[in-house]
């Protein structure tokens, strides 16, 4: 349930920004996490609990998007995925705080602790500062060009060009913005004017529903091996750690589109193998294709979360991204369902999941690719991405056209261009060139009696 208000608690990021957004967040959930300590009444404890994991879906949703507008389009994949391990060993240490702890009030007591040590960012900025890519994309200037320099000074690096001393990446700003630009906010609200971030964020969403909501359909599984709840616990989470390493060694080289796709069509095999014959399989092949669809569902509500947070508009990547969580939640509350109701209905949840999956195989092939590619800042930039084409036509060496229809269009890159100008400027400016172009002497036209030289010869 605290996972279904993510959208609504992140929805303030988009006017205060990551790090505001982070701090927010955290001060609330320690606030609520210390009251959960505190409170004695059985209505008021899971009241409590509720707000704090609302307040938490900020935290782990500004973390998760400052991290990705920090990094070049190379160590976007690594970066998440690191964060995926790291999320991923605090729920194997979970049990064991649990055993240590013994009570609930303790156990929530050493959750909250590190949320207070957090506070520290409020006093160190240079821990977790700002995006500079989201301070650009909504017009905050001067507030970019503060952040801008405070990353070159802690990095020891001037900002200035070394070739050219008098350009600076802060002069070049102020070309390109004017002096009296105010701030551009945008909402969620602003996707029903659009076609194309509409219909990816819609996409992904419905894969994340899927990729959460189908994994009760393959940990049912697991309870017929071992009782204990502690075996398919430990079981999904090193299946977990498992997709973590396959999407870190195959989506850089095969694609965010093509790995998505290749998640999903395991995911839909397994669970309508498992679906229609798992009377027929030995006990062996159902845990085999239990543990294969638990890891491709993981692998793909993983990479849905990852790839919407690449294609969404800077200016909405809030929302967006948060909207897409949500839905992933409620897969996750459908699970949680399940099990309240002692698996009533549990063939039903199985079929309705595995025809979605399959669904998901045709819209996916519908989202565009993100690979090596820059995040788009505005919506203009989310509107232009175009989904690539399923197989790649080469043209016939054998028989090459004549003539071509359409011309290769030349890319235009700003910045090259701009230090063009700025380096033909420099040339131009100065007053002693270190060259000095020298003209060749020419043979004179006519000859001196009036006649060329070659009549001369010829006449001759």
């Known amino acids: 349930m605290s996972g279904m208000l993510m959208f609504f608690v992140f929805v303030y990021c988009l006017r205060l920004g990551r790090r ?73 240490l979970l049990p064991g705080f649990a055993v240590l702890c013994r009570d609930w ?31 650009m994309a909504t017009s905050q200037i001067p507030q970019a060009k503060k952040c801008l320099q ?17 350009e600076t990446l802060l002069s070049e700003i102020d070309e390109v913005f004017p002096e009296d630009i105010q701030p551009e906010y945008h909402h969620v609200v602003e996707l029903r ?27 049912r599984n697991l309870h017929i091996y071992s009782p204990h709840f502690y075996f398919s616990y430990f079981l999904r989470v090193l ?64 990479l849905s979360v990852f790839f919407g947070s690449e294609v969404m508009p800077t200016v909405v990547r809030g929302g967006t991204l948060g909207l897409i969580m949500a839905a992933g939640c409620v897969g996750m509350a459908a699970s949680s369902l399940m099990e309240l109701q002692n698996n009533g209905g549990y063939f039903l ?51 090459p056209p004549l003539l071509r229809t359409q011309p290769h269009s030349s890319e235009y890159n700003r910045d090259n261009y701009s230090r063009l100008v700025t380096a033909t400027k420099k040339m131009l400016a100065k007053d002693a060139l270190p060259y000095k172009i020298s003209i060749l002497p020419q043979a004179p036209l006519l000859a001196s009696n009036g006649t060329a030289p070659d009549a001369n010869d010829d006449s001759s």
């Not at 156990?107 to 989201?134: D, K, N």
């Open 20 to 92: 505001c957004a982070l701090l927010l967040s955290v001060v609330l959930s320690g606030l609520l996490g210390i009251m959960s300590c505190l409170s004695n009444s059985p209505s008021a404890f899971p009241f409590l609990r509720l707000c704090q994991g609302s307040t938490l879906a900020g935290v782990f949703l500004s973390s998760y998007i400052a991290r990705l507008e920090w990094c070049d389009p190379p160590h976007r994949l690594m970066v998440s995925m690191v964060s995926g391990f790291f999320a991923l060993f605090a729920e194997l």
């Open 105 to 135: 009030p303790v156990l929530q007591a050493v959750a909250t602790l590190p949320l207070l040590l957090l506070l520290s960012y409020w006093c160190c900025a240079s821990v977790f500062p700002e995006s500079p890519r989201w301070l």
């Open 150 to 166: 405070s990353f070159s000074a802690r990095n020891g690096v001037c900002v200035s060009d070394e070739l050219y001393p008098a």
């Open 193 to 219: 004017h659009t076609r194309v971030i509409w219909k990816n964020c819609l996409i992904l969403g419905f894969t994340l529903f899927i990729g959460t909501g189908i994994q009760y359909c393959f940990t």
């Open 239 to 302: 299946t977990g750690a498992l997709a973590c390493i396959f999407l870190c060694v195959s989506v850089d080289r095969f694609g965010r589109r093509g790995m998505l796709l290749l998640a999903a069509i395991v995911t839909g095999l397994s669970s309508l193998l498992l679906l229609a014959l798992t009377q027929y399989l030995h006990g062996g092949l159902v845990l085999v294709l239990s543990v294969v669809g638990l890891l491709s569902s993981q692998a793909l509500a993983m």
């Open 349 to 399: 949840h199985h079929v309705i999941f595995a025809s979605f999956a399959v669904l998901s195989v045709l819209c996916i092939m519908l989202l565009p690719e993100s690979k090596h590619k820059p995040l788009p800042d505005s919506l203009k930039d989310g509107e232009r991405q175009r989904r690539p084409p399923l197989f790649l036509s080469r043209m016939n060496l054998d028989n």
